[in-house]
């Protein structure tokens, strides 16, 4: 993250007319926005501090900040995918209904939020079954997408590849092209690519977006990135993919935008990364969007050719 040398301002110029938003959004790819639909209690964060016991007991403050997300995308004519957990399908139903009411893509992120690391492949087939037939249920349509917790699918978990498509998804989007401590498959293509398990089975991939600078692909996609640095970068980092005719995949969660959420005792660089600018979330998605229409991912693959995009086993 130090490869880049000449500061880089956080404002971008606004458009001139709607118009001009309207030509350009018409010549690029679209943005791929997703959410990933946890509460704020249910983050990596805060495991070992929320017992998952206190879950059902505690307020997941989930409606009103999602109904301003919807909000928030209707104005921009802008459908997104919302990766959700089964416990929050299950907790609060309404929500589910309202987001596939108003015309996104509901998609999976597991059901209790464990990282595959956790799990296992045992414990992993049953928390995405019962997610996955939570989410049908509600909607009534095979959901298709999935996402996991804490992008927890690396080389360690690539059996989680097979257990996918075994379960009837058709393509993922958990992979973090970058090396991290805690996850990443920094030798992955940075652009949509066919993921192969090591049962053999293929699934679509649409792995989080990365601006390469100097050779370092610098994570830009969303979450912690999004809040802590410029929204300058991730504009260049889906610039660049524009560029190679591809669409950006990106990546919040509501809690994101819920600047009023407790705070709960999380410490040091944790507690750094859950809570900073949390009150920048809301213009900056709306700079994002200002900008690049949003698409869900399971429509813009439709458009797509993904029989002809390279291979690659993990
Ligand atoms: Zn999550």
């Given at each position: ?71 928030l995308l209707d ?10 957990l089964g416990w ?227």
């Amino acid at each position: 993250m130090t490869a880049i040398s000449t500061p880089i301002p956080d404002t971008v110029a606004e458009p001139d007319t709607a118009t001009e938003v309207d030509a350009a959004a018409l010549a690029q790819p679209p943005c791929l926005v997703s959410f990933d639909v946890e509460t704020y209690f249910q983050v990596e964060n805060a495991n070992g501090i929320v017992d998952k016991a206190q879950w059902d007991r505690m307020d997941p403050r989930l409606d009103a900040v999602t109904d301003r997300l919807l909000a928030l995308l209707d104005e921009h004519r802008s459908s997104a995918t919302f990766f959700t957990l089964g416990w929050v399908a299950r907790k609060l139903p309404q929500i589910v209904r309202r987001i596939h009411a108003a015309g996104h893509e509901i998609a999976c992120h597991g059901d209790m939020h464990d990282r595959l690391h956790r799990l296992g492949p045992d414990g992993f087939r049953k928390d995405l079954a019962n997610a996955k037939k939570t989410l049908e249920d509600l909607v009534g349509s095979p959901v298709r997408g999935y996402r996991a917790p804490v992008f927890s699918i690396d080389r360690t978990t690539s059996w989680a590849i097979d257990i996918l498509a075994e379960a009837g998804f058709s393509y993922d989007s958990s992979i973090q092209p970058i090396r991290r401590r805690a996850y990443g498959v920094p030798d992955a293509p940075d652009t949509p690519f066919r993921i192969v398990g090591p049962g053999g089975s293929q699934l679509i991939e649409l792995p989080l977006l990365t601006w390469n600078v100097l050779g370092y692909r610098m994570p830009v996609a969303g979450g912690g990135y999004f809040r802590l640095l410029p929204l300058r970068l991730m504009l260049n980092g889906i610039a660049q993919m524009n560029r190679r005719g591809l669409p950006a995949a990106t990546y919040f969660h509501p809690w994101e935008f819920d600047p009023d959420q407790p705070r709960l005792p999380i410490n040091g660089v944790k507690r750094f990364r859950h809570y900073v600018g949390l009150k920048k979330t809301t213009p900056r998605l709306a700079a994002l969007l200002d900008r690049h229409r949003s698409t869900a991912f399971a429509a813009w693959l439709q458009t797509q050719k993904t029989q002809t995009w390279p291979a690659f086993a993990l």
